[in-house]
């Protein structure tokens, strides 16, 4: 972790963030009870109090969320098909203090960041962070939860968290953990020779499980789901880096970013978004 110190400070100066996702690419739309069962949390479109707002959406009365499916317990899909998870059901509650019905796009996550960046949706989320080069192309909310992003290694390995420098690391690509492993020593990362990019986070833990790659940075919480899912597999001790999700809108839409982070302080107060990480993410 000491080669992430200069890293994660200099990330915190410029509001720093942590991301993740991505999936096969496939896309799908959903409606507000796409994602998933938000009644059981405390949210639902009736529990708005105030008028309707007019705002800069899309389309007229809907608010159209880009994310990737396949990162749990973020956004996952059930059984059925239907979007569900943490992202998923916060957006659903945001929507319902506007006044909106929430349509949910799933494609592969540089797309879904691309959508909200080109204005084809109104909002992204999908585990994303700020950085740097977000800021200049799209605007965040407020945080709205903490990622931590671990390593996954096969149990019995000698990687340890001094040592990724001298392994294979594999990575969702477009992620800030393959951007922060990716980059330069000098840097705090470990070069482009060490990481291999692959779609999403299972392809990354099959890789491993292969033996294609000695390790894998993703968030703590999908983390957690692999391994439980892939016998045989650890999580490393610590902490690669702690950051924090946002809600990212297209460049200068200032009304909608000012009516999310309304709505998100709303739902922060009463203990709505609480409930939600509490209800997918449980204590160890």
């Not at 690419?25 to 405390?42: E, L, N, R, V």
């Not at 949210?43 to 008028?51: D, G, I, R, V, Y």
């Not at 909310?141 to 931590?148: E, M, Q």
């Amino acid at each position: 972790m000491k080669k992430f110190l200069a890293m994660t400070m200099a990330l915190a100066m410029v509001l720093s963030l942590a991301a993740c996702g991505g999936n096969g690419g496939s896309s799908s739309k959903g409606s507000a009870s796409s994602a998933g069962t938000s009644a059981s949390a405390g949210t639902s479109a009736s529990a708005s109090t105030s008028e309707p707002a007019v705002l800069p959406t899309i389309e007229a009365g809907k608010l159209i969320m880009s994310t990737n499916a396949s990162f749990p317990p973020y956004e996952m899909t059930d059984d059925s098909g239907k979007i569900i998870g943490i992202d998923a059901e916060i957006a659903e509650a945001i929507a319902g203090k506007l006044g909106l019905e929430l349509v949910i796009d799933d494609m592969d996550f540089d797309a879904a960041l691309l959508a909200a960046q080109q204005g084809k949706s109104d909002i992204v989320m999908a585990g994303v962070t700020v950085n740097e080069d977000r800021l200049l192309v799209m605007d965040f909310s407020d945080s709205y939860a903490t990622g931590v992003q671990v390593v996954i290694v096969k149990e019995g390995s000698d990687v340890t968290m001094d040592n990724l420098g001298e392994k294979m690391i594999g990575a969702q690509r477009g992620t800030t953990g393959y951007i922060y492993a990716s980059d330069t020593p000098e840097n705090g990362g470990y070069g482009e020779d060490h990481v291999i990019a692959y779609d999403n986070g299972a392809t990354a833990v099959q890789a491993l499980k292969n033996g294609q790659v000695d390790c894998v940075i993703i968030d703590n919480a999908p983390a957690q789901e692999y391994v439980k899912a892939n016998p045989g597999l650890a999580i490393l001790d610590g902490e690669w880096v702690t950051e924090d999700y946002a809600i990212g809108v297209a460049k200068g839409n200032t009304a909608l970013v000012e009516a999310v982070n309304g709505a998100l302080a709303e739902l922060t107060a009463d203990g709505t978004v609480q409930a939600i990480l509490d209800k997918y993410i449980t204590a160890d």
